[in-house]
C-alpha cells in the first residue's frame, strides 16, 4: 500500500489562475501547461522570496527532498511554457492553506488535518477517519470546533 501524500502548506490562493502567450496570430488550441498550487508556491517562496530550501520545506511542511522535487517541476513547466508558448493554468495540487490539530472525543485518536477538510465539520460531513465518530474538535481549543470563524488562530488568514 502506497503512503498518503502529506498536505503541502501554501499561503493563498493567486487570483490570477491563467497565463498565455500573446502575438499577433494567437491560437484557440494553444497547449497547456498545468501548473498545481505548491508547485506555484515553491517558485514564490524559492525564486521571488529566496529563502533557502530547507526553510521552503519547513514552510510548506514537506521535506527538503520533497520541496526539491516540487520546484523542479514547476521550473520545468514554466520553461516549457515561456520556450515553447505554451499556455499556464493554476489549478489544483494537494494543498491546504492550514495544517490544523484535529481530536476525535469518541475514540481519542489526534492527527493532523487539512484546514479545508475540517471546515466542512459544521456540515456533519466530517468524521473521524479512526472510528466514524462526527465529535471531532480542534486539539488547541479553537472555540470547541473547526471552520473559518474558529481556526484563524492556528495561521489562517481568511
Known sequence: M???IKWR?????PTVSYFTPS???VRADVPTNILLLEELEAIRLKDLEGL?????AQR????RPTFQRILIAAR?????SLINGKAIH?????????ICPAKCLDCGKSWMESYENLDTIHTGSYVCPHCGSAKVACEQNCQGGFG???????GQNR
Open 60 to 63: 510548506m511542511h514537506v521535506s
Open 90 to 98: 493554476i489549478v489544483g495540487g494537494n494543498y491546504t492553506l492550514n
Open 23 to 25: 502575438n499577433e496570430d
Open 52 to 56: 533557502e530550501q530547507e526553510e521552503c
Open 148 to 154: 473559518r470563524k474558529n481556526c484563524r488562530r492556528h
Open 76 to 80: 520545468e513547466k514554466t520553461a516549457d
Open 2 to 4: 502506497a503512503r498518503p
Open 9 to 13: 502548506k501554501i499561503d493563498s490562493i
